[in-house]
């Protein structure tokens, strides 16, 4: 079980539980304190553990998978900021244009632990009454917290400064080559259009031009033939398969791959 309340951007989660990793991947960049339990967040080359009194640093467009648990008998509970563009983009104004550091170079790392310091823990401080449900806060006083957070993290490394102000629209990447890495992933239509720079317009028009099918129906075909190779050469069972290349549910993929295919995929598993 869990709950997650939204106040303007600042986000209060509670797992009752310990579930399973669920995929991140944030559009903006944003931090995440841990008040109590556990976060583990994984990038698929390195964990970084995340523990009571703790924060990180995630960037925009950086996924992940988090796995959010309790720790030392305590359920987890963290706080997380979100900066969107057009916040910054008001910061930015409202800073009379701040001067970025000549020499200073963007932050290129994935996941960073950020180091505790007093204008860390007074910020946090601040924001835990909150953690009751009961207890709601006015938008403009998040709004206000979000500030701080952003001046925080400025004052902790001169390489945030070029990294969040940077307002540059991403540049056009190969669709093909990104939808092949990431088909598995539960994304929109509005989502893939975003992670390889374009509008949904221009996606849904760029697409075209390098395939016959729509984006929904070239990611099932493409999800199933991955899902019959790991079941012909790699032997795995359907149970092993299903969510790994995609689908929410067996029932869900047994239906479309019989369509498919013409035979259920547990035939595939025992031929």
Known sequence: MKLIF??????????????????????????????????????????????????????????????????????YCGIFLMFTRSFLREMYKKMLGYKLPASAPKINEGVIKLPKTVELASLFASMTPYFDPEVKPQDDFMNLKLQEGLMVLLSIDKRFAPTLFDFNEPWKIDILEFMNKNYMYEFSMEEWAHYTGRSLATFKRDFAKISDLTPQKWLMKKRLEAAYALMSEGNKKVVEVYAEV??????????????????????????
């Open 6 to 75: 939204n106040y303007n951007n600042v986000f209060y989660s509670f797992f009752y539980d310990d579930i399973s990793g669920c995929i991140h991947q944030s559009k903006e960049y944003a931090i995440n304190y841990v008040y109590s339990g556990e976060m583990i967040l994984d990038d698929g080359k390195d964990k970084i553990y995340v523990r009571k009194g703790e924060c990180v640093f995630i960037p925009r467009d950086h996924r992940i998978t988090m796995y959010k648990k309790t720790y030392e008998g305590e359920r």
């Open 246 to 271: 995609g689908f929410k549910n067996p029932s869900h993929f047994s239906t479309a791959f019989k369509k498919y295919y013409g035979i259920a995929p547990t035939e595939v598993v025992t031929a």
